[in-house]
């Protein structure tokens, strides 16, 4: 009887904190529903002074959806996602918060049903402009600079303020055409409106978003000058390697114009190359003092997107499928470039050295082990003892593809590099293979007008184009340099090769 009663006891004990539980999720449910969304209304904090210096406002659909939120962080950067969606509309807020105060904004709004545009506001309480610059295209990409403001853009601008720094980028819409290929649609684009009160400079973007397209923009928010324009080659670097014309930069990476042979493809098109060529060409101008924080920016933002994007079997894919590859060697979609993956390797091991970061490490770590098992896997003997790699390669049955001069070097160089940084000798001795492979084919590489065959195939017949202008003259030139440091000198095979190309690029035509 004693066991009884205590079991109703319990029993009524836990039916009573079960209701209570009931009580309280149903007054938590009331509460929510009461409060509503809250507005989409950021403001930012660059000093880190408890007083914003930016607001970032969204007005539209969103303003009755609660976002899902995410944050990622690095050691040099900050990411945090806001994803709001609804009826099959879908607005993405991301933003990377610098180290050195610096706030990268990546904003995309895409619909799937009928249009509903999206009213983006980016105010900056600075109450002067003392300049603004727009990027000109022409023969060389460079600056049109004005000392007043306008009240409407038709590009993206860059503002100089008396205390902030800022760029406003353009909304630009875009149809989505899979694998990362995105075709532009410069007729729908809409025009920056500008207006100014006693506070600040307030940019006004139409975020239009059709039945399968979509309207993005970036922007760069700072209190230090995004560009020195008083340094002639940092203004020049940053129209080289601005993202307005014949680029794109996007939260998950650089996209380049199309190519013709690429499918998806269609004219106006972009899709998203991993070799992050940009960012190792603004390793150059990291000193903020000097060129500004735009290249340590947008070097941070692209080293952090190759992390996000790289395969867990290490390497970093190519998704449209070439249409040449596919009918020589059967090498379809996501597919391995080597020599793409080398370029973003390296520039991943220089921005390591400069900006160490442990999540770089591992990304370099894993990449490292997937290019020994590829050269194990892959390589092909030439020679006593020399190894030619692959260009590309695809899913299984594949065939294999030819070796292009300037992969193999670009490859070798990189292997000497991670041996004379961190004395790996692996790297070391599958380098001197890849140049064991270059000494026995010397001569196959020039051509009757001593310009170099482009690529051998498989059975070391010279693919018929010829090589690029400068580019793997130059890695045999920068080889060089290596070896001086590895080995104690140059190499006269590598020498030779070097100067048919000069005899070659100096003979009148």
């Known amino acids: 009887m ?58 539209g659909w969103v303003e009755s959806v609660r976002p899902v939120v995410k944050t990622t962080k690095y050691e040099h950067a900050t990411y945090t996602y806001y994803q709001y969606k609804k009826d099959g509309r879908n607005f993405d807020l991301t933003f990377v918060k610098l180290k050195n105060g610096s706030l990268l904004y990546f904003v995309r709004h895409a619909n799937s049903g009928k249009a509903e545009p999206v009213q983006l506001r980016v105010t900056a309480l600075d109450p002067v402009i003392e300049q603004t610059a727009s990027l000109v295209a022409g023969n060389e990409k460079s600056w049109k600079k004005f000392m007043d403001a306008s009240d409407s853009y038709a590009s993206s601008i860059y503002v100089d303020g008396s205390k902030l720094f800022y760029r406003i980028g353009k909304a630009e819409a875009y149809k989505p055409l899979g694998n990362t290929v995105y075709k532009e649609i410069p007729q729908a684009n809409t ?26 923009t970036w922007g760069m928010l700072s209190d230090q000058p995004l560009i020195r324009w008083e340094n002639q080659q940092a203004e020049t670097k940053a129209a080289q390697l601005e993202f307005e014309i014949d680029k794109k930069l996007r939260e998950d990476g650089v996209y380049y114009a199309n190519e013709s042979t690429y499918r998806p493809y269609e004219p106006g098109s972009f899709y998203r190359n991993p070799a992050n060529i940009d960012g190792l060409r603004s390793l150059a101008f990291l000193s903020e003092a000097e060129n500004g924080v735009w290249f340590k920016n947008i070097a941070s933002h692209l080293a952090y997107t190759a992390v996000q994007t790289q395969t867990n079997s290490g390497y970093w894919e190519t998704y449209p499928r070439s249409e040449w590859l596919h009918q020589s060697y059967g090498i379809g979609y996501r597919y391995m470039d080597n020599r793409r993956n080398i370029d973003n390797a390296t520039f991943l091991l220089h921005y390591y050295w400069v900006m160490p970061d442990p999540v770089i490490k591992k990304a370099l770590d894993k990449w490292d082990a997937y290019l020994m098992d590829y050269a194990a896997r892959y390589g092909m003997k030439v020679g006593t003892d020399g190894l030619f790699v692959p260009d590309y390669v695809g899913a299984e049955g594949s065939k294999p593809s030819h070796t292009s001069l300037n992969h193999l070097v670009a490859t070798m160089n990189y292997l000497y590099e991670v041996y004379l940084y961190n004395g790996d000798e692996s790297k070391k001795l599958l380098g001197n293979r890849l140049l064991a492979g270059i000494q026995a084919t010397r001569a196959q590489w020039i051509m009757p007008d001593q310009n170099l065959y482009y690529a051998m195939y498989p059975d070391l017949t010279p693919h018929p184009y010829s090589d690029y202008a400068y580019l793997t003259r130059d890695d045999l030139v920068f080889s060089q340099y290596l070896l001086l440091r590895v080995n104690g000198h140059e190499d006269p095979d590598l020498q030779a090769l070097i100067n048919s190309k000069n005899a070659w690029l100096e003979t009148p035509r």
């Open 2 to 59: 004693k066991n009884i009663k205590n079991t109703i006891i319990c029993f009524l004990c836990c039916l009573f904190i079960f209701s209570g539980l009931i009580h309280n999720e149903a007054a938590a449910a009331a509460a929510t529903a009461a409060t509503g969304p809250a507005p989409v209304l950021h403001t930012v904090d660059i000093n880190n002074d408890g007083l914003p210096e930016y607001q970032i406002e969204a007005k």
């Open 191 to 216: 025009a920056t409106k500008h207006t100014q009160n006693d506070s600040g400079h307030a940019f006004l973007l139409t975020m239009n978003a059709g039945a399968g397209t979509e309207s993005v």
